[in-house]
């Protein structure tokens, strides 16, 4: 009776230990998982980070060519502007000359008229 007590408990402490192993082992290899699954989320993560300061840079030098391309556009502007200005200017004085050579023009129709009455009347 004593060796079968002993036995079952022999049989018992192997069973409890061999469950304690197996737990042991159920949870390293949890561990093991999940520090790879960490390792993996972490590349992720990195990978990410580093798409994202691409992407970042990247909007920033387009930004950087928008304001370029707007100064070159202002400069432009500006140039046109001044342009403008000038023919304005041009345009005004042509017309300032055409009046006065219309005037002109006018007053040399109204004398021939008035010599052609002086001559008719003669």
Not at 80 to 101: T, V, Y
Request: zero cysteines.
């Amino acid at each position: 009776e004593i060796n079968k007590n002993e036995e079952i408990n022999k049989n018992e402490e192997i069973n409890k230990n061999e469950e304690i192993n197996k737990n042991e082992e159920i949870n390293k290899n949890e561990e093991v998982n999940k520090n790879e699954e960490n390792k993996e989320f972490l590349q992720e993560k990195e990978i990410f980070q580093k798409e994202k300061t691409e992407f970042l840079e990247m909007i920033k030098k387009e930004k950087e060519i928008i304001t370029i391309d707007k100064i070159g556009l202002k400069k432009e502007q500006d140039l046109l502007s001044k342009e403008l200005e000038k023919f304005q200017r041009e345009k005004d004085e042509f017309s300032r000359e055409k009046s006065l050579l219309l005037k002109e023009k006018d007053e040399i129709l109204k004398e021939k008229t008035f010599l052609a009455k002086e001559k008719y009347l003669f």
